[in-house]
């Protein structure tokens, strides 16, 4: 396989179904061993398949394990979608420790994270290695999760700038069947709050305008992240499509307070 993190190869089939109208999921990163990942999903799923939103397929949840739980979470996902939080550029060769997209699609795998800050600052990603990676992600039929958000805070229009460069530098060449935007300003992620509300509905409209231009026939969404959690909803509202949670969705009860605000806000299923 070629070096070059932006070889093109032939696509494999795309994501399986439709994304639900609202998502909201988490990363859970590094924070929790084996057996509390399958703790938190036993308990969600469960919170999950009860919940009026989920049933009705209005609203959705997904969860990014670390890479090893993920086989045991695909069994116990219930009506949660999994994902990983990283991929490797190229799908199979002498890439040690690194993970391959074709095989995270064979586990069952939905969606895959990509180009979160962390990485950018601690790994060293760059604009090329994160295109790269959202090609692998499309062609092994994952919907890509891409993290984009401004370094310092300024202004929304300025905001939206940055986020807008970071979004078509990792577009790949043939538009992505599906695509979450994941919109989490550098300088909110583990903060004591999120960003201010009407930062989040200026920038996120923005970028919604750009997405409907730019890939018309792309099955998009965009979710905020950075400090978001209960509450949050109910304050900025449905200009965003759900919340790439944090922290705040260690607890699970979180997750199903803030599936009941987003009840709130669009009504109960008929």
């Known amino acids: 396989m070629s070096l070059n993190p932006m070889v093109e190869t032939t696509p494999n089939p795309t994501p399986e179904a439709a994304l639900p109208r609202y998502l909201f999921g988490t990363s859970l990163k590094m924070y929790f061993s084996h057996a509390r990942t399958l703790d938190w999903i036993t308990e969600t799923a469960t919170r999950a398949a009860e919940h009026r939103l989920i049933t009705a397929g209005i609203a959705g949840l997904f969860l990014m394990p670390q890479f090893p739980s993920i086989p045991a979470c695909l069994g116990a996902a219930g009506p949660l979608l999994i994902g990983a939080q990283d991929l490797a550029v190229e ?54 999760v891409l993290c984009v958000g401004e370094k310092e805070e300024t202004n929304p229009a300025d905001a939206a700038a940055a986020v807008l460069a970071e979004v078509t530098s990792a577009l790949p060449d043939t538009d992505p069947p599906a ?56 304050e900025i509202g449905t200009i965003v499509d759900g919340l790439f949670l944090g922290r705040f969705a260690h607890d699970p009860a979180a997750v199903g307070t803030i599936l009941d605000e987003l009840c709130d806000l669009v009504g109960d299923p008929a």
Do not use: M
Request: aromatic residues 4%.
């Open 179 to 234: 695509l979450v935007i994941a919109y989490e300003p550098v300088w909110a992620i583990g903060a004591p709050r999120p960003a201010q509300p009407a930062h989040i509905r200026q920038v996120c409209s923005i970028l919604r305008d750009h997405l409907r231009s730019r890939l018309p026939g792309t099955d998009s969404r965009i979710i905020y992240g950075g400090s978001a959690g209960p509450g949050l909803l109910t």
């Open 91 to 144: 799908d199979e060769g002498a890439w040690t420790g690194e993970v391959s997209g074709a095989v995270l699609s064979e586990l069952g795998c939905r969606l895959v994270e990509v180009g979160h800050a962390e990485r950018r600052h601690h790994f060293g990603e760059t604009d090329e290695l994160v295109r790269g990676k959202v090609q692998a992600a499309v062609r092994n039929g994952l919907i890509p």
